[in-house]
């Protein structure tokens, strides 16, 4: 069964980046498109982005030309990269995959803005 888990979190400075992987397991990772999400303290999960299996990607308006994903289909990791980080950024994140009816959620990994 396909799993998913995600590292790469961490505290950083506001202006900062981190990249973030997520990990699949299964033989059917690399047919799915991945989407990342946040959650945000005491907050519901907000869509960040996804990439498809063509690569292709779909971003949120208020991360689009600051967070880029992209994937290793070999690896099967998919990765976000998390480029001037605001306070609002701030968050668990998750990777997510909808795979034949199944809503498939990793742990996450915590990201935190703050000086």
């Known amino acids: 069964q396909m799993q998913l888990v995600e590292s790469g979190g961490g505290l950083v400075q506001p202006g900062g980046a981190l990249k973030l992987t997520c990990k699949g397991s299964?033989?059917?990772?690399?047919?799915?498109?991945v989407a990342w999400y946040r959650q945000g303290p005491g907050k519901g999960r907000d869509f960040v982005g996804d990439i498809g299996v063509d690569g292709s990607t779909i971003y949120a308006d208020s991360v689009r030309g600051r967070h880029t994903i992209t994937r290793d289909i070999d690896k099967d990791l998919v990765y976000l990269q998390l480029n001037d980080l605001r306070p609002e950024d701030t968050g668990l994140y998750f990777c997510y995959v909808d795979w034949q009816g199944r809503n498939i959620w990793g742990q996450g990994t915590q990201v935190t803005v703050a000086l």
């Open positions: 299964g033989r059917d990772f690399r047919f799915a498109a």
